[in-house]
C-alpha cells in the first residue's frame, strides 16, 4: 500500500490478525436462541477494516511493556465501539448504506433491528471486556480504561459528533455556521476522540508517566486530525478504484469538509504540517516510537 | 395505588424525586450544536415512569448504609440504562411505538436518528457515570459495577433477550419451541438480569458480605419472574384505563405469555408463590428490608 513502510505492513498484518482472534474470542458463536444477535456481531466486527485503531492500542501499549493479552482485550474493546458505530451509521435512519467493504451492511444482511441490537451489543461487550479482571489485575487501572472509553465514545465524544455530522447534513442553519473551527471540533469529537483513547490506553495499561502520556495525547490530536483532512482531501483526489467508494460524494453532498473550507493546497498543507507535529510529538521516545512514526507517514501519504 | 403500603408509597416519592435530580445533573443541558442529542437524552430519561429499578438500588443502599451520593450514581446509571432500551425497542424497526406513558416516544418527539443516538449516548454514559471516582472511593467497586452492569444490559442479558422476544414475534419456529422454560429464560435475561443488577448494586457499593448478597439475588431472581407474570396477567385481567395502554394486545397479537402457557389460574398462583418465596428470602434482613418486602406485595398486587 501506498506510503506504507515494511515495517508497517508487516506490523499491522501482524496485529490484525491477534485482535481477530482475540474478537473470535470474546464474541464466540452460541447454540441459544439469541445466536442471530452474536452472529451479527461477529459479521460487523469481521469486516476487513484496516483495524487502526486497535493497532493504536497495542503499538503503544508495547512501548509500556503491557502483557499481550490485556493489551489484544483493550484493542477489541475500541474495535467493537468502533464496529458498533459504524452499524448504527449505516441504518436507513441515519447514512443508509447498503455496502460498507463491498460487503452488505449489518441491517442489509440480516435486519434493522438485528443491526440496532447487534451495535447495542456491541457497545455494552466493550465495556465488559475492559472492566473484566483478565484485562488488567489493578482494579484502578480497568475502571480508568472504562471512564476514558466512555468519555472518547459518548454524548461529549464521538456520538456528540456523530449528532453534529447529522446536523450538519440536514439542517442549512447548521450547515451555515461550519467554519475551520466549528468542523475541526465536530472531527475531533466523532473521531478524533476515539483515536486518541487509542493511544492513550496502553499507557494507561503500563502506568506510563505523565510526561509521555501527555506526547501520545498530543501526537493523538494531531493524527486523528490530519486523518479527517486527508480524508477529505480523497473524496477530491482519490481514484474511485484505490477507495472502494465512490469518490466526489462529498462535493456533489454539498458537504463542508475541510477541502470545501479551505481549498485543496492549504487542506494539503495543513495535512503535511499535523503530521509532521504528530512526529515531533514522539521526541521523548526513541526507536520504540518508530511504527507511531510511520502510521502518521502513512496517514499523511495514502491513497484509500 | 393499589398493592401499594403507605410507607412503600412515600419512599417510592421520594426517591424517584432524588433519581430525577441526578438524573437533571448528570445529563445537563449544553448550548452547543449537539444540543438536540441532550434534549433526547433528558427527554427519554424524564418521563415519569415509575423508576422502579433505581428504587430497588436505593433501598438496597440504604440496608447496607451506602452514601446517597454514591446510590444515586448507581440508580441514575441503571435507569439511563432502562431508558436507552426503551427508546430502541420503540423504533419502528423494533417495537414501532408512537406513544409511551401518554407522550410521543423519543423518535416521534425528535425523529429516528436523533433516537439511536439518543440511545447510544445513555448507554455510554451509564458506564461513564459507574466508573467515575464520584461513584465510589474503591476503584475495585467501580470496576465490579461496570461488569455487572454490562452483564446484565449486553447480549447475555438484556439484549439478548430482546432478541429472542423480537425473534418469538416475527419467527414461526421460535414461537412454537417456546414453552415456560423457554420463555422463563427469555424474560429473565430481557429483565430479570438488571432487575437483579438493580438489587445487587447497593450490596456491591456496601461490600456487603456474601451470604446477604446471595439472599438478595434469591428476592430479586423471585421478584422478576413475579413482575412479568403479572404483566401477563395485566393484559388479560387489567382494565385499559388503569393500565393506560391497550389490554388484552399480547392475546390478539397471538404472543405466547406464561398466561397462554399456563392459563390464567396457574399463572396467578405461580405469581403468588414467586412473590411470597421472594419475601421469604429476606429472612437474614430485619426491619430494614420492609419495603423490600412491600415491594413484593405490589409487584404481586398491583392494578397497572
Do not use: W
Not at 502483557?67 to 447514512?95: F, G, K, N, Q, T
Not at 472518547?152 to 453534529?164: I, K, L, T
Not at 453532498?253 to 470545501?260: D, L, M, Q, R
Request: aromatic fraction near 4%; charged fraction near 25%; proline fraction near 4%.
Amino acid at each position: 500500500m501506498p506510503g506504507m513502510s515494511e515495517a508497517l505492513k508487516a506490523a499491522l498484518t501482524d496485529k490484525s490478525a491477534g485482535v481477530a482472534e482475540m474478537l473470535q474470542h470474546l464474541l464466540p458463536e452460541v447454540a441459544e436462541t439469541e445466536s442471530r444477535l452474536f452472529d451479527a456481531m461477529r459479521y460487523s466486527t469481521m469486516n476487513g477494516g484496516k483495524r487502526l485503531r486497535p493497532f493504536l492500542v497495542l503499538t503503544t501499549a508495547e512501548m509500556f511493556h503491557v502483557a499481550p493479552s490485556s493489551a489484544l482485550r483493550a484493542a477489541a474493546a475500541v474495535e467493537m465501539i468502533h464496529c458498533y458505530s459504524l452499524v448504527h451509521d449505516d441504518l436507513p435512519a441515519m447514512d443508509n448504506d447498503d455496502l460498507r467493504r463491498g460487503k452488505p451492511t449489518c441491517h442489509k444482511q440480516f435486519d434493522e433491528a438485528t443491526a440496532i441490537l447487534a451495535g447495542d451489543g456491541l457497545l455494552t461487550r466493550a465495556f465488559e471486556v475492559l472492566a473484566h479482571p483478565a484485562t488488567h489485575s489493578d482494579p484502578a487501572v480497568r475502571s480508568q480504561l472504562v471512564l476514558d472509553l466512555a468519555q472518547a465514545a459518548g454524548p461529549h465524544g464521538m456520538v456528540g459528533g456523530q449528532m453534529v455530522d447529522m446536523l450538519a447534513e440536514r439542517d442549512e442553519a447548521v450547515r451555515a455556521g461550519l467554519d475551520v473551527a466549528a468542523i475541526t471540533r465536530m472531527h475531533q469529537m466523532k473521531t478524533g476522540r476515539m483515536i486518541a483513547f487509542s493511544c492513550m490506553a496502553g499507557a494507561t495499561l503500563g502506568k506510563a508517566p505523565a510526561q509521555l502520556r501527555q506526547a501520545l495525547q498530543a501526537y493523538a490530536h494531531d493524527l486523528g486530525l490530519c486523518f479527517q483532512i486527508v480524508d477529505d482531501l480523497l473524496d477530491v483526489e482519490g481514484s474511485a478504484d484505490e477507495m472502494g467508494k465512490t469518490i466526489g460524494k462529498d462535493q456533489a453532498a454539498g458537504k463542508i469538509t475541510f477541502v470545501s473550507l479551505l481549498g485543496l493546497e492549504r487542506a494539503r498543507d495543513q495535512a503535511r504540517l499535523l503530521a509532521d507535529q504528530a512526529v515531533q510529538h514522539l521526541k521523548p521516545f526513541d526507536a520504540e516510537a518508530d511504527l507511531l512514526r510511520d502510521v502518521a507517514a502513512y496517514v499523511l501519504d495514502r491513497r484509500s
